[in-house]
């Protein structure tokens, strides 16, 4: 009993103390927000030079892409290195890439790509409305492409394995 008196003595003072250091201080606290884009892209995922912009992208059993926001300047070469990282069968959990033109409706899109299982649910009918797009890829394999970049504007991008254009998309911003 007595060192239970004890202790809460000596946290009590120990708290006075501690208040008693700031007090009469006002304390000011600063905050930058980082945007999202520099926070899920780290420098290492996508290096840029005038004319070529490479990026290191990867999706995963959670349906993400680790980067959701590309900007790049017209003009510039952009190549996309997709790896899929997950462990899931292929036929459960594959992933692409697919850059759309504007002014693409991506759920219209996307529900074309679920009915084209034959070419790895790239629709074909559809080529059009498509700028650029990796193969399907099954757990540990990637894919790569290059292409011009568009012109200036905001271009969504998404994966379109059934059930994944929802969460698994992101934007390329050309400036």
Do not use: W
């Amino acid at each position: 009993m007595k060192s239970i008196k004890t202790l809460g003595t000596v946290l009590l003072i120990s708290s006075a103390a501690l208040y008693s250091c700031g007090a009469g201080e006002d304390k000011k606290v600063s905050t930058t927000e980082t945007p999202t884009s520099m926070i899920e892209t780290p420098a290492s995922m996508i290096e840029t030079t005038d004319s070529t912009v490479v990026v290191n992208m990867t999706g995963d059993d959670k349906m993400k892409f680790n980067i959701s926001e590309i900007m790049a300047k017209a003009g510039q070469k952009i190549t996309i290195h997709l790896k899929n990282i997950g462990n899931l069968p292929k036929e459960t959990m594959s992933h692409n890439f697919i850059l759309l033109k504007q002014g693409t409706d991506v759920a219209a899109y996307a529900l074309k790509a679920m009915s084209a299982k034959d070419s790895e649910y790239f629709p074909e009918a559809e080529k059009d409305k498509t700028i650029a797009h990796t193969k399907m890829l099954g757990p540990g394999e990637s894919d790569s492409i290059s292409f011009d970049a568009p012109a200036p504007g905001k271009y969504e991008y998404i994966c379109s394995f059934p059930g994944h254009f929802s969460i698994m998309r992101g934007t390329l911003i050309i400036q």
